[in-house]
């Protein structure tokens, strides 16, 4: 009798549990959901501590910064239209509300949060066209789950791309239930906001030219004739402009557009295709894909509202895939999955799933052993030793979470059959989990979201720390704003003997930074860059032929500038100097490996304007590549003049008097014996370059009066 009282207790507070949460209006439940998810979401992105992918992140930091204080979109100064717009109007109110840029990365960050976790809306009002209100709500919280919200932590237009994708599906839903002439307007009102936050919006009108054929067959050209007649007009008015302004049609792409000038190959395309598919299946955890796949094989059978949204779904899934397939094929370094370019449609699939389940899991035998068989196998067509690699971490973050089982409890030649065998299980509770138990589906899926995005994000964290301290070690990440004030204007000089993050994360973070100069090829992707020289004999930089004068100049310590130093940042040995005058290099040095302080077998400094004095080379070995003493030997116009005997442990300086000849002294260092580290290595990615010895630090003393 006390058990039975108990058991009734228990029901009861379990009814009245959930009659307590029934109570709560649904929108309220959904506000909360935005506003839980932006704070969970910003408290992750603090862990970003750096832009990292390179150099999106510097195009779209310029882009908000400069609209925050001109009102122009600009890059590096220069006026662009070739990148989405909305995004940077959407952060732009971080640079504007905070003169300390750190400050404005932390609030743009924020930004992201909640734009992201705005997804949540429309993803709402989309399900509830052909689901209740409590699963509308699930799907929205799932959609706000995928992995892909890590994207937070980046200055990327996937933060805005997202929500505003769901809005343009729909949107598209909306215009398929009844094509009225406001609702034509409206979808592609929205599908032009898309196309202007992402070019890749521009697969929104194949999708939307072919998805009424699914719902409305032969009478398409009838029913939706307003959308065909304007988007035909939309298209010679596109090809009628372009061409008087001399101009490819492709234009309109903006920086994609050399992607439309590619080769693509159908067979690379359909293979690409195959790995793009079965990578958004992996991301879903395999039963939304197998939903999706099931009402598409039963899709006649299904009622219209579910027949308007699968239509959507299917013709915005397949352009989208389809494009970003085609994209990455077209990639001719190495093989890709650009993960990151079609998340977006997760949500679609999410939706299918819990309309399968509020239609009853119905199970026809051979279409729903069909679906599970293929969203299990799949993932088995995926190369994964080849697809795991840094590149991933960027645009992949699926293949993050499958990285992170090796080498521990799986090695990488383990991982094809482990993924596979964990699809198959997935199938299994597709096929044959019993129908009272339907909801624990779309909490499976919310648990694998969970244990995929811990590995995902400690990648995201480990890739921003290291691009911050290859860029930045300064305690102050803005000290050269600190230094001469956020509305100077400091050149930067780029060697090629430092990590271009010396650069990168210096612009970023300062808004100081202005015209970059290269005396080294160009480093940033075709954005703009000012070719630089040296006048061998003065020392002068000189552009276009003429001095290069800036008040304030940013370089590394192997251009020694003439002029005072105000900062520095000691470890990148990046070095803030006050120029007077044309600048004016007082030394180079050359021979050592870019990025690096290690030598081949000669290295050489030159003085400019020398009128002697003494140059000191700090040089230290390595005991792990070499196990005998080397030697270093200075000369000056083919005669030695120094040399000295280095230990695989020591630190030796090297002091050599100069000889001017012709107003410049040269010193010529030569290192022997040197070695290959590859010899001594047995990396996947062995280093094959020959060294000799670190030239850690030059020091000059000028002659004796």
């Known amino acids: 009798m006390a058990n039975s009282a108990v058991a009734v207790r228990e029901r009861r507070a379990v009814s009245g549990a959930l009659a307590l949460v029934g109570a709560v209006p649904v929108w309220a439940w959904l506000i909360g959901l935005v506003l839980v998810s932006t704070a969970t979401r910003y408290a992750l992105a603090r862990g970003i501590v750096a832009p990292w992918i390179m150099v999106d992140e510097l ?30 109007v959407l952060i732009s109110p971080a640079w504007a509300l905070f003169s300390s840029v750190p400050t404005a990365y932390a609030a743009a960050k924020a930004i992201n949060a909640l734009l992201m976790s705005l997804t949540a809306v429309p993803t709402y009002f989309l399900a509830r066209r052909v689901v209740r209100p409590w699963p509308a709500l699930a799907a929205a919280v799932l959609a706000v789950a995928v992995p892909s919200m890590v994207y937070t932590g980046t200055l990327m237009t996937e933060n805005a791309f997202y929500p505003v994708f769901m809005c343009a599906a729909l949107a598209t839903v909306l215009w398929l239930e009844r094509p009225t002439p406001i609702r ?21 009108l194949p999708a939307l030219l072919t998805a009424p054929l699914l719902v409305a067959g032969r009478r398409a050209w009838r029913e ?10 939309t298209a010679l008015l596109v090809v009628v402009v372009q061409a008087a302004r001399g101009a490819s049609p492709l234009g309109v792409l903006g920086a994609y557009e050399d992607a439309g000038h590619s080769h693509y190959a159908f067979g690379k395309v359909a293979k690409y295709f195959l790995y793009h598919v079965a990578d958004l299946d992996l991301s879903l955890g395999v039963l939304p894909f197998a939903a999706f796949l ?25 352009w989208l895939v389809l494009e970003v397939a085609a994209f990455a094929s077209a990639n001719i370094e190495l093989l890709r999955v650009e993960e990151r370019n079609m998340f977006y449609v997760a949500p679609l699939f999410l939706i299918a799933l819990l309309v399968w389940i509020e239609r009853g899991l119905p199970r026809p035998p051979a279409p729903v052993a069909g679906a599970a068989l293929v969203a299990a196998a799949l993932p088995g067509v995926l ?38 065998s964990a699809a198959v299980i997935a199938g299994l509770l597709f096929l044959l989990l019993p129908r009272r138990l339907g909801l624990a589906l779309p909490a499976l899926v919310l648990v694998y979201f969970a244990a995929a995005a811990k590995p995902i994000e400690g990648k995201h964290r480990f890739a921003s720390l290291n691009s911050l301290y290859a860029g930045i070690t300064n305690p102050h990440l803005d000290w050269i704003d600190r230094a001469v004030g956020r509305d100077a204007h400091v050149a930067a000089l780029w060697s090629g003997n430092t990590e271009r993050y010396t650069i990168w994360e210096n612009e970023i973070f300062n808004r100081s930074v202005g015209t970059i100069y290269d005396l080294a090829p160009r480093f940033s992707g075709g954005l703009a860059e000012t070719p630089a020289t040296i006048d061998p004999r003065t020392g002068l930089l000189l552009a276009d032929g003429r001095p290069i004068r800036a008040r304030y100049v940013l370089t590394d310590g192997s251009l020694e500038i003439g002029g005072r130093v105000l900062a520095r940042d000691v470890r990148k ?118 060294l000799g010895m670190h030239f850690t630090r030059f020091t000059y003393s000028p002659p004796k009066r």
Request: net charge positive.
């Open 573 to 690: 040995g990046m070095l803030l100097t006050r120029v007077a005058g044309p600048l004016r290099q007082l030394s180079r040095v050359e021979g050592l490996y870019p990025q690096d302080t290690w030598s081949g077998r000669t290295a050489r400094y030159t003085r400019f304007s020398c009128s002697g004095g003494t140059v000191k080379a700090l040089l230290q070995s390595d005991p792990s590549l070499f196990t005998r003493t080397q030697t270093v030997t200075a000369f000056i116009s083919g005669r030695q003049v120094a040399q000295v005997r280095v230990g695989p442990k020591s630190a030796v300086e090297l002091a050599v008097p100069l000889q001017p000849r012709q107003s410049a002294c040269v010193v010529t260092y030569v290192v022997r014996p040197t070695a290959v580290p590859a010899v001594v290595t047995q990396g996947r990615n062995p280093d094959t370059r020959v």
């Open 184 to 204: 034509t307007v409206v979808v592609l009102a929205v599908a032009a906001v898309a196309f202007l936050t992402r070019a890749q919006a521009v697969a929104l």
């Open 59 to 88: 195009i779209y930091s310029e882009l908000g910064k400069s609209f925050a204080s001109t009102g122009h979109f600009l890059v590096r100064d220069h006026a662009t239209a070739a990148y989405g717009l909305v995004y940077p």
């Open 224 to 233: 939706y004739r307003l959308m065909y007649g304007i988007a035909g007009v």
């Open 383 to 420: 190369p994964y030793s080849t697809l795991i690699n840094l590149n991933s971490v960027s645009d992949t973050p699926t293949i993050l979470a499958v990285w992170g089982l090796q080498p521990h409890p799986i090695g990488l030649t383990q991982i094809p059959a482990a993924v596979v």
């Open 294 to 318: 099931l009402l598409v094989v039963g899709f006649r059978g299904l009622d219209r509202q579910a027949r308007v949204f699968l239509a959507a779904a299917v013709a915005l899934s397949f």
